[in-house]
T-cell receptor, first 117, second 113 residues
């Protein structure tokens, strides 16, 4: 089946630094990618939706200048947490959907646990 | 707004025990309902789904019935195995909402010998 690879699985960084998370579709063209965030004991919350070659659409309350999303190719989307702070510590998950047989189906990465010190 | 409420975990069961993970939802309109499973170190995978009231989704021995009257989609399995240990997410998607899902918090299941 279709596979989405997400890296890194875990990252620890200092406050004020930026962190990049990659999400790759390995065997299909991901026309749309979604980024989610989950705080402890809370729901998985959609942060933004990105279509290849277009600017991402952010959900209400998500700062687009802080969470930079790039979806420049059909196999790669990146989420950059800029000037990270401890309150950004969370679990981030990407998912992707494609065309043809991969349309209407969501394929998820394994997630990235971000800890900001 | 739309929301999904799941029972808090972790749920710890002995092998061959009966499993129920409760899920209720609030939605405008008539959503499709899903259960996703995340095994350790892997991405979420679709386990089963139901698209309209009274539909029953089933897969790998798991079942869930779309109950409109109680706005519920409880996950059940008659006899769990150690290999079922994972995190289970209930989710909904509105008709016409594309692939935008609203998730619950996830429930961790631990099955012991």
């Amino acid at each position: 089946g279709a596979v989405v690879s997400q890296h890194p699985s875990r990252v620890i960084c200092k406050s004020g630094t930026s962190v990049k998370i990659e999400c790759r579709s390995l065997d299909f063209q991901a026309t749309t990618m979604f980024w989610y965030r989950q705080f402890p004991k809370q729901s998985l919350m959609l942060m933004a939706t990105s279509n290849e070659g277009s600017k991402a659409t952010y959900e209400q309350g998500v700062e687009k200048d802080k969470f930079l999303i790039n979806h420049a190719s059909l196999t790669l989307s990146t989420l950059t947490v800029t000037s990270a702070h401890p309150e950004d510590s969370s679990f981030y998950i990407c998912s992707a959907t494609g065309t043809g047989a991969q349309n209407e189906k969501l394929f998820f990465g394994s997630g990235t646990q971000l800890s900001v010190l | 707004g739309n929301s999904v409420t799941q029972m808090e975990g972790p749920v710890t069961l002995s092998e061959e025990a009966f499993l129920t993970i409760n899920c209720t939802y609030t939605a405008t309109g008539y959503p499709s309902l899903f259960w996703y499973v995340q095994y350790p170190g892997e991405g979420l995978q679709l386990l089963l789904k139901a698209t309209k009231a009274d539909d029953k989704g089933s897969n790998k021995g798991f079942e869930a019935t779309y109950r409109k009257e109680t706005t519920s989609f409880h996950l059940e399995k008659g006899s769990v195995q150690v290999s079922d240990s994972a995190v289970y997410f209930c989710a909904l998607k509105l008709t016409g909402g594309g692939n935008k899902l609203t998730f619950g918090t996830g429930t961790q299941l631990k099955v012991e010998l």
